[in-house]
């Protein structure tokens, strides 16, 4: 099948049912896009599909045909992802880092969506899992990149 | 998938490939195992220095372009332990932090720096007890520089200095760089290590500041690799099925062939206490290896491994543990507590228990092994101990350590999961597996497989009494935990002395209470334990800070108030105390009704973990029958500090992972077996149960104290201080989602 | 217990207690005539090509669903099923002397099958679904007979007796209730219908057993209907924390939007654009259905799409509607947005045919929400098709959301694209709580050999 994955093309030879998550990152080599749960419960393997924050552990890979697919290592040539990256080194967000992907992919999805977004939709967009709890400097990050003021913590 | 991953190499630069590792990245390079050349004649020179990390070619290499590599002795788990590093070698080098490239390093004995001769990340060690020493490494390095410019420049060494990066001769006004002198400063000898002398404290440019993390970039666009990433030529991928209960053992399959039949498969393999299923990809392993139907057996008499039992429950194990009776071994005794007990008109006691806990990290477990074709092994595992992991490997494999490369990626969470536990690494099956295949293997165990194998934090059901004089003032307290330590659980039986994993933040607590004890019984329970952050404390101090508040409660004292009174003496722990509260605001215990309404209260509760003392307000309120946190004061006092912002950071996590453990977490066993394979029945802390976290650093000047693990314990006992002040109901266990609270 | 399929043995259990006794013992401990009577035969003379037979048959009938425990020798018994009243285990079905039924003559093994009778006229629990059995052909009983007889290796594995206390205990009023609810004659070809629907028609009815759950019972947990010939039969049951739903031509409730061939599918790969098995059709699934050979689940499809539906039962006929661009801002739709979206689609659409849709779900159009409660709590089964565990699994939010959330999610999901059905309050959430646990999230797979 032909897919569309950071302004690409490939072609890959999966089963229509494999998770888009091991076909990016055993078939096409991105190992940005990471492997937390294999159930939709940590958010560690969001990617963008057509604009849209989507985890990719759970999208049977047939389902992005025709479809353009963003992974965090095409982050950068996006604006919006651009400033996303930008704000979370300022904030010094990551700690071991492993989430992190995921959550800068979720983030940039919500300012795409929506430029700015209330402290609630941040709340209802923010939601993948960080073990090393950077929860406090991810809403700062988004917060800034919102335009709002830090209103949690002083991370 | 049969697009050949050779062929994408040469069109695609966003593959994975050899000839990216050999472009270079930082971590790249560590794939591809060329570290620095230990068996050159620079090494040799260095060997002959016998203080611990001054074999500077061994840590250091300058490129030309001035990047500085460092090959840290301690692991990167997000605990930002590279960045220090980077600050403390940078300071004394005089380099910025900012051009440096920090790696794990090798096994071996140079990079034993601890002072207490040990390689191992944990224990919140790692930059205090370091610390002089790799100053030292960085003040050396800098004097090799000298003597290579000075060399170079035909002037004395006296009339050079350095700026950052640069040697300078003032004056000619002539400069080089770092990058330029390092061919020749790394074939000098070292010189000796009580000759250099060390940058006064009060002239430091990164040291104390907070200084960016060097990670934080490649860390927010997905390019760190961790070992779940990493791909080496020809390699083949592998996929586990545990045994339900730990210690069974495979009987036969019944489906072999059928298995072997499916897309994609390699090859099946039995494993001591797996099976296996190797394939070219990930998930064509895994879905083929949960099809595989085995017939276990039971453990046998001669198991190696702990044998879970099939009627184990971990609430039933709670309920024994609390009716354990003896006997008792005593980490604390002053006074003489049973007459205190026996004569105080008011007296109490109080039954506590905490829960089975998984690590939950993030990055689910894996290892990538490799027999190279002179007979030679590469392992690239997640481990916090590379030595003892190297050693281990000797042991199994029969091969001499000289033979075994072992390299340490970062860790995609620490929490102390890497740790060398026998029964809940995946590197000896992704050995045996590369050795049976003739090919290198890739293991990744999947979440499920994680947390049926995982090592649990420990539970203990600890049984207090306390007697109180007649102004309610404690007299004595007596804390008996019926319990097994970690290293008690990697032992395998009770050592001579008692575990302190078992007993700290029961034992070692500050209070002037003139008669206690504290005692362990010894239960030897069958699951497998292990280091959790913050260890012992992280149940312990949960445990007696809160029975304090019950303490103040019965005597009619506020339980700050009371916590100031028993620290009279003490000014350190008194001006931490003082400081957690000022930053609250000023000590309110509530309840009280905020500003959006809700009825909130506020507890208090202090720990001494790990060489730092930690005190910590919790703001709670009650939201659905369930408790909700809003605010987290944490003062803290390590002593003195490398980088405030990762001291900040760490807090922030460790308060994290203290609500998490209070708030919703527990590792139930039913029939033997975790109830929760995955993170929908473990729920970890979402965003949502976060609390604002607000820290104050204070710097006593004390001995320097850890930072990963000490912001933990403090959070549990004051959230449930604050719950009890709340509702009335006094919770003496965790989880508090066990509870509706109204 | 989210397994005791048969806690319908609870409302029959009342009957000891509802019935006078006094009626005539030999009607209570009689023997019923079987066909077989005269014609035992030798064990080893038993044609294999019976037992290959058998061996097809036992899984049309699913008998190790019951007849089997993950871990345990098969048809080994142990089952346990909770009733109210106290357990009880299926039994030793290996033809082991001592503990099985390795003594049982032909027509012993007929009268257990299809009425429900133990030598020495002992009454068994209709927890056996002899009322559905009763139709089964004596060919197949036969084939039956001989796989479990020589198919079916001897286990001595004592059978673990009831905690049913006495008088309770007592067997002898099945009896009485079998004579007023089961019919005891084989399935009589219908004329007039191809020989495929009389094919699907006897499968369905008989050894399927589909009525068990699907159909309504009545006061006395009777089925309401055995055939097609009551409007009852197959409308759609509660049974054990799960809904069962219409296998009729409901449009909304039941398989009106399915085609024969969608229902082959699903019964043979446990997954179609609609739906995909889940609560106990995934051990229906897993121990049977796949098993059926193509012509037979072709069968069953014929004959189900020949039931007619009920407008009045079923409602206004389901449509897709999209969500609105303003989406609605409250509880249940953020736990969605957050929590199934991954999975289910903002559109709820799904991404069949492994995750299912839930705009149109029966499980959403139906007015009974106790399956929608129950896998949002406790997670799906792993469907094993064809000997592969699924790809991907329903997690159980049991331990992440409160009752209320639970409700309010699920309010949203049964009005929202076109889902037009009652809201779920958090009650009820909180009772299938209490009542059932999770799904494991490891295959489960009954050995039958």
Redesign the interface.
Known sequence: MELRI?Q?T??????A???LL??I??????????????????G?CSVLVDG?V??SC???VA?VVGREVT???A??TDDVGKRV?AT??EH??????????GQ?MAATALLKNNPKPSNEQI??A??????????????AAVHDLAGLSAT???? | MNLPIESLNLTDPVNVSRRRFLAGTAVGALVLGFGLPLGSGRALAAAAATERGTQVPAFLEIRPDNTVRLLSPFMEGGQGTHTAMAQIVGEELDADPATFLVEAAPPGEAYVVLDNGMRITGGSMSVRLSYPTMRRLGALARAMMLQAGAEKLGVPVGELTTEPGKVVHAASGRTLTYGELAERAMDLPVPDPASVKLRDPSQFRWIGKPVKRVDAYDKSTGKALYSIDLKVDNMLHAAVQHAPRLGMTVGSLRNEEQVKAMKGVHSVHQLPGAVAVVAERWWHAKRAVEAIQVDWLEAGADSRLRSMPADFSSDAYVKRLAAEKGPARDAENEGDVAATLASAKTTLQATYHNQYLNHGQLEPPSALARFNPDGSLEVWLPNQAPDMFRADIAKRTGLDPARITLHSPLLGGFFGRHFLYESANPYPQAIALAKAVGRPVKLIWSREEEFVRDALRPIAAVNFRAALDSDGMPLAIEAVSATEGPTEALAGKQGEKIDPTALEGLAGKSYAIPNKRIAQIYVKGPAMLGYWRSVGNSLNDFFYEAFLDEIADKGGKDPYELRLHLLRDNPRLTTLLQAVGELSGGWKRGPFTAEDGSKRARGVAMASPFGTQTAVIAEVSIEHGQVKVHDIWQAIDPGSIVNPAIVQAQVSGAVALGLSQVLVEEAVYVDGKPRARNYDLYPILPPSRMARVHVRIVESGEKMGGIGEPPLPAVAPAVANAVARLTGQRIRSMPLSRYTFT | MNNSRFARTAGWLAVPCLIAAGLLAWYVTREPVSPFESRQVAVADIDPALVARGEYVAPLSDCVACHSVPGGAPFAGGLEMATPLGAIHATNVTPDRETGIGNYSLAQFDRAVRHGVAPGGRRLYPAMPYPSYAKLSDDDVRALYAFFMKGVAPVKQANIPSDIPWPLNMRWPVALWNGVFTDSAPYVEKAGQDPLWNRGAYIVQGAGHCGSCHSPRGLAFNEKALDESGTPFLAGALLDGWYAPSLRNDHNTGLGRWTEPEIVQFLKTGRNQHAVVFGSMTEAFNNSTQFMNDEDLAAIARYLKSLPGDHQRDGTPWQYQSVAATKPNTPGAHTYETRCASCHGLDGKGQPEWMPPLAGATSALASENASAINITLNGSQRVVAAGVPDAYRMPAFREQLSDQQIAEVLTYVRSTWGNRSEAVDAKAVSKLREHTDPASSSPIILQMR
């Open positions: 950071n690409k490939y072609q890959v030879d999966a089963d049912d494999t998770p091991w076909v990152r055993d078939d096409l080599g991105m190992t940005g896009t990471k492997y937390g749960c294999g159930l939709a419960q940590c560690a849209n989507v985890r759970v999208t049977p389902g992974t965090i290592e982050i950068e990256v979370w080194v010094q967000v990551a700690q071991c880092g492993y989430c992190q992907s800068v709340e209802a923010m939601v993948n899992l960080c073990r090393c709890g950077t929860y406090n400097a991810i809403q949690k913590g002083e991370a």
